[in-house]
Every structure is written in structure tokens, then in C-alpha cells.
């Protein structure tokens, strides 16, 4: 059997016209690697001597290059210089993603050390996700964020926006179901459980390039299933929002929100003769 070959004419036009990229399995197995070099908790092989580390730091150099020279008619600078540029941030990222893993730590009673958060907890790795696509994404380069945020979301449930600004010490327990929008701000020390929205009160397209989502300054908790929308939204420092909290507007600092349910208890005997 033949295709119609009008189809096949506009989907090689479409193919002409439509740059390469890199595979997501290749971006996604540097940031794992990426994650090994940095944390060797998370690593299958044992670091006998720095030589050995720079050696693994020259191969994640070389590969970083390698898919950025990829997509050299997609990016607004020269790839040597944004892998320099990209690589010249990992003593910062690592130092933030410490007092992360620690922040982690001491918030869940459950958690037997750091070393445990770094391994085992998906709050830390959708957390380490964010911070490297961060840096992509103030770099203006194009599709890797998203790819390591999606490829993080798939893996945790946990969908942060590679342009949302985050804090140190950020907590994520638990973590399934959090959304984190693109024009979020998080200070320091905040945590959030599982559920958690912070979103935009409105998706049109129009309100791209504006301020969309909330801000929660330092010392924040929100607790399971709240939704916080809109950019005008502030929460102030030291606040805490109950769970299942609707908020689309400011909270002072040192404030209380919570939700009041009406729970019913009875006796079954009570309910039927009730019913009856």
C-alpha cells in the first residue's frame, strides 16, 4: 500500500522545516549523571582519587557541548560559552541542594538522615531536577528545562516549572500531586506537602509574560491539598495554610488560614433510626 502522496510531501515539509533536537533519553542520562557526580550516595562506583572525579567532570563537560552544539541554530549564544556558563553554577547548585536534602531531613520524623532524603526521597530529586533545569532556563535555552522537569514530574508527580524561583532549604514531603507554576517565588525555609497548587487564577494565553502565580515568603508551610492562585497573591513570612485551603488573595505574615469542615459522628444505631 502507498501513502497519498500530497500527505507525504507536507509531512516532509513539515520534517525540512522543524530543527533537531536532542532525544530525551540523552538529557535525561546526563542529569543522572549529573546527580551521581554530585552526590555520591547516589552513585554505583567509588571516587578513589580526584584525578578520577575531574576525568567524570571533562565527560559531563563534553556531553552537556555535545547537545548544545545540537541545537546551535536554537540558542541565543555561542554552546562553549552556556556549558562554561552551565557548569560554572554546579558549586552553587550543590551547596542549595544540601541545605535542601538537610531542610528535608529535619521536617520529616520519618527520615533517618540526610543520606536517606538524597537516595530514596522523591521531594530531593524533583528539588535537584529543578534547580539544574532552572539554570537552563535563565540561560534562555530552549526545551531542555522542560524535558528535565517533565522527565521529573513522570518519575515523582511532583510538576515544578523550570522558571519558578525556589529558595534554600525548600521541603517537599511527600510530594505527589504538587504543582509549582512558571512565575512561583518561594523563599527560604518553606515547606509544602503532597496536593499542593500554586497556580494562576487565569491560563489564558494573553497573561504569558505576566506575573501569574503566588509568592510565599520565607518560612511558609502549607499543608496537603491547598491551592494558592494568582500573582497578586502574597503569603506572608512565617504563615501557615491548612490543608484543603482555597486562597486567591494576601496572607499577613504570621497568620493561620485554615479550612473548617462540618464532621458529623453518630452512633449507627442513632443514623438509622434517624433515616427511618
Not at 153 to 178: E, L, M, N, R, V
Amino acid at each position: 500500500m502507498t501513502m497519498d502522496k500530497e500527505f507525504i510531501n507536507k509531512l516532509f515539509a513539515y520534517h525540512q522545516s522543524t530543527p533537531p533536537m536532542p532525544y530525551r533519553s540523552s538529557v535525561c542520562d546526563l542529569l543522572e549523571k549529573v546527580r551521581e557526580f554530585l552526590f555520591p550516595q547516589l552513585s554505583e562506583s567509588c571516587i578513589v582519587s580526584p584525578a578520577q572525579l575531574e576525568a567524570q567532570y571533562q565527560v559531563l563537560y563534553a556531553k552537556m557541548l555535545n547537545i548544545l552544539v545540537g541545537m546551535r541554530k536554537e540558542l541565543r549564544d555561542d554552546p562553549e560559552k552556556l556549558t562554561h556558563q552551565i557548569f560554572e553554577k554546579f558549586p552553587q547548585i550543590h551547596a542549595c541542594l544540601k541545605k535542601d536534602a538537610e531542610a528535608i531531613c529535619e521536617g520529616d520524623p520519618a527520615a533517618s538522615g540526610v543520606d536517606q532524603v538524597i537516595r530514596t526521597y522523591p521531594g530531593f530529586k524533583a528539588i535537584f531536577s529543578h534547580r539544574f533545569a532552572h539554570e537552563l532556563y535563565l540561560l534562555d535555552i530552549p526545551l531542555l528545562p522542560r524535558i528535565i522537569s517533565e522527565n521529573a514530574h513522570s518519575h515523582t508527580g511532583i510538576d515544578i516549572h523550570p522558571g519558578a524561583k525556589i529558595g534554600a532549604y525548600f521541603c517537599i514531603d511527600h510530594g505527589t500531586g504538587i504543582v509549582i507554576g512558571e512565575t512561583t517565588e518561594i523563599g527560604d525555609h518553606v515547606k509544602l506537602y503532597q496536593g499542593v497548587t500554586l497556580g494562576a487564577l487565569s491560563v489564558d494565553k494573553s497573561m504569558a509574560e505576566t506575573k501569574r502565580h503566588p509568592t510565599l515568603h520565607d518560612h511558609v508551610v502549607v499543608y496537603a491539598g491547598a491551592t494558592i492562585l494568582g500573582g497578586h497573591t502574597i503569603i506572608g513570612e512565617n504563615s501557615t495554610i491548612g490543608g484543603n485551603v482555597w486562597l486567591t488573595s494576601s496572607v499577613q505574615k504570621d497568620s493561620v488560614v485554615y479550612h473548617r469542615p462540618q464532621i458529623i459522628m453518630k452512633n449507627k444505631n442513632e443514623a438509622s433510626s434517624e433515616s427511618a
